[in-house]
T-cell receptor
Framework: DTGVSQNPRHKITKRGQNVTFRCDPI?????LYWYRQTLGQGPEFLTY????????KSRLLSDRFSAERPKGSFSTLEIQRTEQGDSAMYLC??????????????FGPGTRLTVL | GQQLNQSPQSMFIQEGEDVSMNCTSS?????WLWYKQDPGEGPVLLIA?????ELTSNGRLTAQFGITRKDSFLNISASIPSDVGIYFC?????????????FGTGTRLQVFP
């Protein structure tokens, strides 16, 4: 399967713990995005990378959140000192910044986070 | 955060019927995308639109980029049970130089046999 993959698919944690999610994009894609989706809503943008450079961060991304893409391939999203309000589906997407398919973002299956 | 307005919010139709849904914004968009999401899964890209007035089909699905650049429409013809899911529009607003997507609130489709 050459699609976007995310691990773990589900994570249950206690409030105050740190969690880390991983995203592996489609292999030739140079852009990688993180979104968050709460129940009954559409995904909301968090941050994105072009290769290893983090180009934009949403104001939704508090200082407890950090994302990295160290070698321009996979990415990690870490949440420190989790709060119940962090419970959501965390989605990763990737795209190829090319003229003909400028903004076709392909999503992974998501990581469902539950903070108790 | 900002979300696009989608309507209807939900639809209950009989198998074989055609479906129409739309997405509107107060701002001009450069790109419109339509996704389908099943429970517990990520959104799956259905159709991408890049020019005002563009009409694009993907099997039984047809989508249009509104001429005002503030709306988009998705039609599904001859619905089948596997069309069940939540349909999201998404777009890249003209006021934003990045390619992050703004998503709609979703249209939940139920198809009865």
């Amino acid at each position: 399967d050459t699609g976007v993959s995310q691990n773990p698919r589900h994570k249950i944690t206690k409030r105050g713990q740190n969690v880390t999610f991983r995203c592996d994009p489609i292999s030739e894609h140079n852009r990688l995005y993180w979104y968050r989706q709460t129940l009954g809503q559409g995904p909301e943008f968090l941050t994105y990378f072009q290769n290893e450079a983090q180009l934009e961060k949403s104001r939704l991304l508090s200082d407890r959140f950090s994302a990295e893409r160290p070698k321009g391939s996979f990415s990690t999203l870490e949440i420190q000192r989790t709060e119940q309000g962090d419970s959501a589906m965390y989605l990763c997407a990737s795209s190829l910044a090319a003229r003909s398919s400028y903004n076709e973002q392909f999503f992974g299956p998501g990581t469902r986070l539950t903070v108790l | 955060g900002q979300q696009l307005n989608q309507s209807p919010q939900s639809m209950f139709i009989q198998e074989g019927e055609d479906v129409s849904m739309n997405c509107t914004s107060s701002s001009i968009f450069n790109t419109w995308l339509w996704y389908k999401q099943d429970p517990g899964e990520g959104p799956v890209l259905l159709i991408a639109l890049y020019k005002a007035g563009e009409l694009t089909s993907n099997g039984r699905l047809t989508a249009q980029f509104g001429i005002t650049r503030k709306d988009s429409f998705l039609n599904i013809s001859a619905s089948i049970p596997s069309d069940v899911g939540i349909y999201f529009c998404a777009g890249q607003p003209d006021y934003d130089n990045t390619d992050k997507l703004i998503f709609g609130t979703g249209t939940r489709l139920q198809v009865f046999p």
